[in-house]
């Protein structure tokens, strides 16, 4: 794709999305008026930013909203740090995965999120059952896509690493290593987003912080404005995250072709 | 002196129900320091395995590969192999992707740099150093290929195809930048390949190996002059008997069938 054709696709693709927003604003503030709906239905749009306004100082919106951040953050981190450890424990080791993989379904096929009261249990109503869900949900895709991109790995090019003279060490770091970042960050991109699902389920479970937690008491007043509010605080963490995934993978994956926008 | 040398040398693969299939079978034969040779033979008669067993990679059955005197025992330094697929590392440079070797036996960096340098410039590619692999066209994509093979300075090189997946034309040029480079580099080479003409034209001599289990069934001196020159040997009047001699060996013309279509056993 030369440059100048690039510069066009971007400058009509924001223009579209702009008046897209813009129609889709206009929709929410006096759709459900035309439409004869409660505003305790659906709120419109301005009724939705006055609650936004009025939680900021006295809900605590932004201190919620940054645990709930801290969160997804430290649940995301831990999540794929380990995926990845046992993605490739398993890649490199066919008896580790022979051993393992039994559970490690068995695992994969039970609800992450059926296992937030279980921890809220254990750790009581603190931000560490929150983040653990979080680690659980994120762990599943990140090992299973490491797994598979070190499994599919050209047996040729590890051939040459090791006519090379190259040890196992150095196979791994020279080869399988970086052949497996493509799989991993489209793996993180999925984990980022799941990170926000484990997060909010742990807090609408139990607990006085989050958003998750303003969500539920939103509810109990039948605040609807509220839970509005609440859901697009938390699309707009789970959106930092993918955007943060996005960026660290330019950084990575510096050599693939281009793609627009960094191929969202 | 003799650089390379295989000894008997027999490789069985167990099959699914407990038998072995023997892919090649008391295969003996040497290659001298600074020799070309080319071996020639049917699909699966265990060209590859031979290559694989020359480069330490996987061990024979029975026998032995000999390099520079020493029996082949794993992987070393002395030998280096380059395939028809040019499994360049999409995330180096092409510099970096021809340092590779060197980086791995642990050379400094700066010899690393100074080695791909020279190589690069040997093989017209100094302006794509700074390059990734898929900016580059097969072609180059495979010379790059053969300067990563050489800069780790092997006293052997094993070729598999190297240019079997690249277009006709590219081939006759790459042909001749191997030529020149083995020359140059003094460097001895076991050439795989399947093109007849190929094998005729880089070669000092040509091994022709029989279906499988795979053997030496022949051994043609190609007595032109001017090996680093495929372009001049290409003309010569002997080529052609040096060809119609090897599809004579390789039965291909007979019958009015393609040998490589006739059933095989897999």
């Known amino acids: 794709m030369t440059t100048?054709?690039?510069?066009?696709?971007?400058?009509?693709?924001?223009?579209?999305?702009?008046?897209?927003?813009?129609?889709?604003?206009?929709?929410?503030?006096?759709?459900?008026?035309?439409?004869?709906?409660?505003?305790?239905?659906?709120?419109?749009?301005?009724?939705?930013f006055q609650e936004f306004v009025r939680m900021l100082s006295v809900n605590h919106l932004l201190y919620h909203t940054a645990i709930t951040a801290a969160e997804v953050l430290a649940g995301f981190a831990l999540g794929s740090l380990l995926g990845a450890v046992f993605g490739y424990a398993l890649g490199i080791s066919p008896i580790a995965e022979f051993t393992l993989s039994p559970y490690i379904l068995a695992l994969q096929i039970a609800p992450k999120v059926a296992f937030a009261p279980l921890f809220i249990l254990w750790m009581g109503f603190t931000v560490y059952p929150k983040i653990l869900v979080a680690v659980l949900i994120?762990?599943?895709?990140?090992?299973?896509?490491?797994?598979?991109?070190?499994?599919?790995?050209?047996?040729?090019?590890?051939?040459?690493?090791?006519?090379?003279?190259?040890?196992?060490?150095?196979?791994?770091?020279?080869?399988?290593?970086?052949s497996s970042m493509p799989s991993m960050f489209a793996s993180l991109r999925i984990g980022s987003t799941l990170a926000v699902v484990g997060v909010v389920v742990g807090e609408l479970v139990g607990g006085n912080e989050g958003l998750g937690y303003l969500l539920t008491f939103g509810e109990g007043q039948a605040n609807t404005p509220m839970v509005f509010v609440c859901i697009l605080m938390l699309s707009l963490v789970g959106g930092l995250a993918y955007v943060g995934v996005i960026l660290l993978e330019q950084r990575v994956l510096h050599y693939m072709p281009a793609r627009p926008l960094g191929g969202l | 002196m003799i650089r390379l040398e295989y000894r008997d040398v027999a490789m069985l693969f167990p099959d699914a129900d407990g038998g072995g299939v023997t892919a090649i079978e008391g295969v003996s034969f040497s290659?001298?320091?600074?020799?070309?040779?080319?071996?020639?033979?049917?699909?699966?008669?265990?060209?590859?395995?031979?290559?694989?067993?020359?480069?330490?990679?996987?061990?024979?059955?029975?026998?032995?590969?000999?390099?520079?005197?020493?029996?082949?025992?794993?992987?070393?330094?002395?030998?280096?192999?380059?395939?028809?697929?040019d499994l360049l590392l999409p995330w180096r440079t092409i510099a970096e992707n021809v340092m590779l070797g060197g980086e791995i036996q642990?050379?400094?960096?700066?010899?690393?740099?100074?080695?791909?340098?020279?190589?690069?410039?040997n093989f017209s590619l100094s302006d794509f150093a700074n390059y990734y692999p898929h900016q580059l066209s097969g072609g180059m994509r495979q010379r790059v290929a053969l300067a990563r093979t050489l800069a780790v300075d092997p006293s052997v090189l094993l070729l598999?195809?190297?240019?079997?997946?690249?277009?006709?034309?590219?081939r006759i040029v790459l042909q001749r930048e191997l030529a020149q480079?083995?020359?140059?580099?003094?460097?001895?080479?076991?050439?795989?390949?399947?093109?007849?003409?190929?094998?005729?034209?880089?070669?000092?001599?040509?091994?022709?190996?029989?279906?499988?289990?795979?053997?030496?069934?022949?051994?043609?001196?190609?007595?032109?002059?001017?090996?680093?020159?495929?372009?001049?040997?290409r003309q010569s009047p002997?080529?052609?008997?040096y060809i119609s001699r090897l599809m004579d060996r390789l039965d291909i013309g007979h019958a009015g069938i393609d040998p490589q279509a006739a059933p095989q056993p897999v």
């Open chain 1, 4 to 48: 100048t054709s690039r510069k066009t696709l971007i400058r009509r693709g924001s223009a579209a999305s702009l008046v897209l927003l813009v129609l889709f604003l206009t929709a929410w503030e006096w759709g459900p008026g035309l439409l004869k709906i409660p505003t305790f239905i659906v709120p419109p749009a301005s009724m939705v």
């Open chain 2, 31 to 85: 290659v001298g320091d600074g020799e070309v040779v080319a071996l020639i033979g049917p699909s699966g008669c265990g060209k590859s395995t031979l290559l694989n067993i020359g480069s330490g990679l996987y061990p024979p059955s029975a026998g032995q590969a000999r390099v520079d005197g020493e029996p082949v025992r794993g992987p070393n330094a002395h030998v280096a192999f380059m395939l028809q697929k």
């Open chain 1, 138 to 178: 994120v762990f599943f895709p990140v090992m299973v896509n490491v797994l598979s991109a070190i499994r599919g790995i050209d047996p040729d090019l590890i051939n040459l690493a090791r006519s090379f003279t190259a040890s196992r060490a150095q196979v791994f770091w020279k080869i399988e290593f970086p």
């Open chain 2, 238 to 241: 002997k080529v052609s008997g």
């Open chain 2, 160 to 170: 598999d195809e190297p240019f079997s997946a690249v277009d006709a034309q590219t």
């Open chain 2, 181 to 233: 480079a083995l020359k140059r580099a003094k460097k001895t080479a076991l050439l795989i390949t399947h093109d007849l003409l190929e094998a005729v034209i880089l070669s000092d001599r040509v091994l022709v190996m029989s279906r499988r289990p795979g053997h030496i069934v022949d051994e043609i001196i190609i007595e032109i002059g001017d090996r680093e020159d495929p372009f001049l040997r």
């Open chain 2, 106 to 121: 642990g050379q400094s960096r700066s010899e690393c740099q100074r080695r791909a340098n020279e190589l690069l410039r």
